[in-house]
């Protein structure tokens, strides 16, 4: 069945500093992919996606390039803020043309500090 | 500007009460569903629904009842609440004018006791 494996946290950064979480898949047919983030309290919000390979999803600073031949979705931001502290979720679907069912990793925790 | 509307945020059941979950959304969208997020193990599906009159199963259903009589409510009932259900569950919504976006509610924590 279809799977998704991110990297495992907690992460702590400081302020400025670049961040990577990676995310790698398993999914038959052509999957499109997203990243959810989850504020403290809050629920899930659609922080970007991509639909097809080498699609590139970008929305807040925060990028993810779809590799279908190295099945990965890793998000990047160059520069973090203390408010970017959140758990995000990487995600799949494989119905086409829609975002309805999805399968999520597990969620990493990222904390920036000041 | 509502969204997606969950009710309770917070619930405590003892084992063995039932309760249900509130969930309305006001988009219009013909596709809800409800999720379960523990720790460690991300968001998974327990039912879903493509429309009114229309529900199926996810992947983790047991020990749950959905119904969709009207196209912008969804409950999640537990028929009989026990401890490893405790959990925070999302209600969710697309249609596609959200470019089948899914939006989520802001959850609703459970403990069962």
């Known amino acids: 069945g279809d799977s998704v494996t991110q990297m495992e946290g907690p992460v702590t950064l400081s302020e400025e500093a670049f961040l990577t979480i990676n995310c790698t898949y398993t999914a038959t047919g052509y999957p499109s992919l997203f990243w959810y983030v989850q504020y403290p309290g809050e629920g899930l919000q659609l922080l970007l996606k991509a639909t097809k390979a080498d699609d590139k999803g970008s929305n807040k600073g925060f990028e993810a390039t779809y590799r279908k031949e190295t099945t990965s979705f890793h998000l990047e931001k160059g520069s973090v803020q203390v408010s970017d502290s959140a758990v995000y979720f990487c995600?799949?679907?494989?119905?086409?043309?829609?975002?309805?069912?999805?399968?999520f990793g597990s969620g990493t925790q990222l904390t920036v500090l000041p | 500007n509502a969204g997606v509307t969950q009710t309770p945020k917070f619930q405590v059941l003892k084992t063995g009460q039932s309760m249900t979950l509130q969930c309305a959304q006001d988009?219009?969208?013909?596709?809800m569903s409800w999720y379960r997020q523990d720790p460690g193990m991300g968001l998974r599906l327990i039912h879903y629904s493509v429309g009114a009159g229309i529900t199926d199963q996810g992947e983790v259903p047991n020990g749950y009842n959905v119904s969709r009589s009207t196209t912008e409510d969804f409950p999640l009932r537990l028929l009989s609440a026990a401890p490893s259900q405790t959990s925070v569950y999302f209600c969710?919504?697309?249609?596609?004018?959200?470019?089948?976006?899914?939006?989520f509610g802001e959850g609703s924590w459970l403990t069962v006791v």
């Open positions: 969710a919504s697309s249609g596609p004018d959200s470019g089948n976006t899914i939006y």
């Open positions: 995600a799949l679907s494989t119905l086409p043309g829609s975002a309805r069912q999805l399968t």
């Open positions: 988009m219009n969208h013909e596709y």
